[in-house]
């Protein structure tokens, strides 16, 4: 497969996620702590069980995937256990979120 004229990979729309700069390797080991912080923060959440309804299910686990998805495992007090997951697109999304607002709070703190 060669490479379009955009600089991205033929056989991709232009503009794709993998085109971006926040996936390129020097962001990897910056996304992947990334989403460990993610991971962390989820485990002790609460959310609602899908077969009982009750919002009693606890987030027991969680980790990153190799793609630098992420992933969690469920536990409701009704004894069904089910599993989350996060694309390695949509956390890549989350963390040009994140990276964003870091960067507009040092802009005004320089300006202020």
């Known amino acids: 497969?060669?490479?379009?004229?955009?600089?991205?990979?033929?056989?991709?729309?232009?503009?794709?996620?993998?085109?971006?700069?926040?996936?390129?390797?020097?962001?990897?080991?910056?996304?992947?702590?990334?989403?460990?912080?993610?991971?962390?923060?989820?485990?002790?959440?609460?959310?609602?069980?899908?077969?009982?309804?009750?919002?009693?299910?606890?987030?027991?686990?969680?980790g990153v995937t190799k793609a630098l998805g992420a992933r969690s495992w469920w536990k409701c007090e009704c004894g069904h256990e089910f599993t989350k997951s996060i694309s390695p697109e949509k956390m890549a999304e989350y963390y040009l979120e994140d990276l964003q607002k870091m960067i507009d709070s040092r802009t005004q703190e320089a300006t202020a």
């Open 1 to 62: 497969m060669g490479r379009s004229r955009s600089g991205g990979h033929a056989g991709r729309p232009i503009g794709s996620t993998k085109d971006r700069f926040w996936l390129s390797e020097g962001h990897q080991e910056r996304r992947y702590n990334h989403a460990m912080d993610f991971c962390e923060l989820t485990i002790g959440q609460t959310t609602e069980c899908p077969v009982c309804k009750c919002p009693t299910a606890k987030c027991i686990q969680a």
